[in-house]
């Protein structure tokens, strides 16, 4: 009688102890999905980097660094554009005039330096992340072709080998300027955008995109 007591009162420990660990793993539930749902947009939005940029940013949770950046590069280009710019410049002295006018076509390029501060926060919410990324910028100016040069010397005035390099270098800066005022630089930043958000969607992530502004 004394050994067949056992029986239920074991059975009844053990039913006790099985809805102890079960009511413990209801409980942790929320916090493990939580958890799986943090790592899962921290990868996510890592591999989605990876993909178009090749690279994976700085991320962070709050004040909290999660993952720092690694990259082969720093600047990314995304957009390009043949660009033709003129350059005319002109000297006088004692009334004597030289005369220097350029044309060339550049292929401008734009992109992104990710050497400057650059960084993904996960949320507000689940599913969620904010990119911090710099201002799209001129990247490269390649000239295309060969030069339209034309110069005028004075009869006393005379243009000089310092002249046409100068003028060259002027030549490019407004290359550079003309990409500047153009729509290159936001085409770089909705191409990239649009690409970034669509990957993001695709691994059931909620991309923002924030950039700071051009200096």
Known sequence: MKGGGWGPAAFFLGLVIVLGFAVKGCLDLPAKIASRTVTGVREGVAEVFVDLLHLRPEIREGTKLIWGQTSARTEVIVAAKKIEVGYDWEHRWLGSRKVIRLTQTYEVKAGFDLGKSFWVELGPGEGAATAHLPAPE???????????????DGWWNKVTDQDRSRA???????????????????????????RLIALARAKKIRLQLDYTKRE
């Open 138 to 152: 001129i990247l490269a100016v390649s000239p295309v072709g060969e030069v339209s040069y034309r110069d005028e």
């Open 168 to 194: 060259l270098g002027a030549l490019a800066l407004e290359a550079r300027r003309a990409g500047e005022r153009g729509p290159l630089l936001e085409e770089a930043k909705e191409l990239t955008g649009s």
